[in-house]
């Protein structure tokens, strides 16, 4: 029988060890990962496939070793209707040996974070996630395993870009002072200290080798390059491998030479579990990294975990809210974002539907109603509604919140979420009850501090043409606002919103309101088959 390893073979690139080793192990050592899962627990090979795979590592050595790389508890309806915690049971039944926080592992708030740190059996290892309050960190950096003779030390490390691309506040105390960080300095010398800090004290320990398991991320969809592997690696020495996140690239390898101008292999597995990532510490030192896709076998064990976990959520997702005779519109087909530079027929009936969720309650009655472009994740085709296309439209189980917000503030807020225009941006503000015009022509006003949050506008404005309900946005009024919570007063995407006075904030759930909505429309009106230019772009 040939080796299962070779049969699985998607590509592989053998290299030498970017620091001479003192031992050989025994035998292989085989790592198995997976990076950015977002709740897809049976997509592609499944986590079943990937406890598959390590059913068929472990016929060959007894040196297996299991690691998620970030990115697991949302992104899908089993981690939104749970808050991830259906996804934690699944890891605890595949055993996972080590696993580092993605930014999504914070997006249902830090007490549930600090469950899913409790919960999992592996825990978290973080070099560059601290307690400003204690200046101490929040987990351990590394871990050093033992493979007979040899020993291999795990370091962790979790992108700053967690505070905005998670829910800023969630870092925060109730006067918006940071609680916690990642050493998110701007030029990147911080988290490189702390990585080769936890590197160097690792060696010091007698770790024969050492694997950077990041949510770092390489190049796409990454928006601070010195926070990321291919900024990092050059600059670090003492690390043989690292296995990436974030980022969600296909690489089975990439090669870096590091400070000491030694080879430094990167590598990551895509999203969804459309690969499983393979490192090899080989018996003569080498190091192999590949990727693992070719094969269709299954864990009986984790399948069942898998079906019943979501026997507990399916009569939830079927029940049935409206219909549509024409598709509601996030992306387009090829998967690129509309919504992110522009409005959409879906982006305005959400927008709608956070309005229409004020309008029974006489006190809470608001002017307007706000989502930020990246709150909403697909598209709904034309056909039934039920309660599961709306857990996929807005997964992040994020609240309704209703405000007092100057109209300055309102103006400004608009230049911040226009802030990168024409390229994309999740922070992009969709609304009902109010349109504007962005002139990308002039360059933004918007300028940001350390942490990529709005600290003031200063230039000529590229928003104009601010209109309520059909009047001019008045500066000097105060307005009644109803908008995702994540972005208003948790400071997503690097909104502030300075001045807002917080009446509910917690007034109902965005899938609800939306939920609602449709149910009472019962059949989606002929006015949303297109969008209705409520951002009017000048290119």
């Known amino acids: 029988m040939k080796k299962f390893f070779t049969l699985l073979l998607l590509l592989t690139i053998i290299c030498l060890p ?6 050989l192990p025994d035998k292989d050592i085989i790592i198995l990962y997976t990076n950015d899962v977002h709740c897809g627990v049976d997509d592609n090979l499944g986590y079943a496939g990937f406890e598959w795979c390590a059913e068929q590592a472990r016929k060959q050595t007894p040196y297996v070793t299991l ?8 992104g899908g309806n089993i981690g939104a209707i749970s808050h991830g915690r ?4 699944i890891m605890n039944a595949i055993s996972y040996d080590i696993a580092v926080p993605g930014n999504h592992e914070f997006d249902y708030g830090w007490a549930q974070f600090e469950n899913f740190a409790k919960n999992l059996k592996c825990g978290f290892i973080s070099c560059n996630l601290i307690n400003l309050r204690t200046g101490k960190l929040v987990f351990k950096p590394y871990r050093i395993l033992s493979y007979g ?3 291999v030390a795990f370091v962790g490390a979790c992108t700053p870009e967690s505070i905005t691309k998670s829910t800023p506040s969630y870092f925060q105390d109730d006067t918006g002072e940071y609680i916690y960080d990642f050493d998110g300095e701007p030029k990147g010398t911080k988290i490189i200290a702390s990585i080769q800090k936890a ?16 949510h770092l991320g390489e190049y796409k969809n990454v928006t601070t390059p010195e926070w990321t592997v291919p900024y990092i690696a050059p600059r670090t020495k003492g690390i043989d491998v690292f296995i990436d996140g974030h980022s969600h690239e296909v690489t089975p390898c990439l090669k870096f030479k590091n400070a000491d101008s030694k080879d430094v292999l990167v590598t990551q597995s895509g999203t969804k579990l459309n690969n499983v990532g393979k490192v090899t510490i080989a018996a003569d030192g080498k190091i192999t990294t590949e990727l693992l896709n070719n094969f269709d076998g299954r864990d009986e064990r984790i399948e069942k975990v898998v079906e019943d976990i979501k026997e507990r959520f399916m009569g939830t997702l079927k029940e049935h809210l409206g219909t549509t005779s024409f598709d509601l519109l996030a992306m387009d087909d090829k998967g690129g974002w509309l919504l992110r530079n522009k409005d959409t027929n879906l982006s305005n009936i959400v927008a709608d539907a956070i309005l229409a969720s004020t309008k029974t309650t006489k006190t809470l009655r608001a002017d307007i109603g706000m989502i930020n472009a990246g709150g909403i994740r697909t598209n709904i085709k034309a056909g039934e509604i039920t309660f599961k296309d709306v857990l996929s439209v807005l997964p992040f189980s994020n609240t309704v919140c209703i405000c007092d917000i100057p109209g300055q503030t309102i103006l400004d807020e608009l230049e911040m979420g226009a802030h990168v225009m024409p390229q994309g941006n999740g922070g992009l503000i969709h609304a009902s009850g109010l349109t504007y015009t962005v002139d990308t022509r002039i360059p933004t006003p918007a ?6 949050m709005l600290k003031e506008i200063s230039g000529d404005r590229r928003i104009k043409d601010v209109m309520i309900n059909g009047e001019p946005l008045d500066p000097e009024k105060t307005y009644r606002v109803a908008a995702v919570s ?4 948790m400071r997503g995407d690097g909104h502030v919103f300075k001045g807002a006075k917080l009446v509910e904030p917690d007034y109902m759930t965005v899938d609800q309101a939306f939920a609602k909505y449709v149910k009472e429309l019962g059949v989606i009106p002929e006015r949303y088959r297109n969008a209705q230019g409520r951002v009017k772009v000048i290119e």
């Open 86 to 89: 259906y996804i934690v049971e």
């Open 67 to 74: 690691v998620d790389a970030g990115d697991f508890a949302q």
């Open 447 to 452: 300028i940001m501090d350390e942490h990529n």
């Open 486 to 489: 994540y972005f208003i007063y």
């Open 18 to 23: 970017s620091s001479a080793a003192t031992k």
């Open 149 to 151: 003779d040899v020993k």
């Open 199 to 214: 590197v160097d004290d690792a060696r010091a320990e007698g770790a024969d080798y050492v694997i950077l398991v990041g």
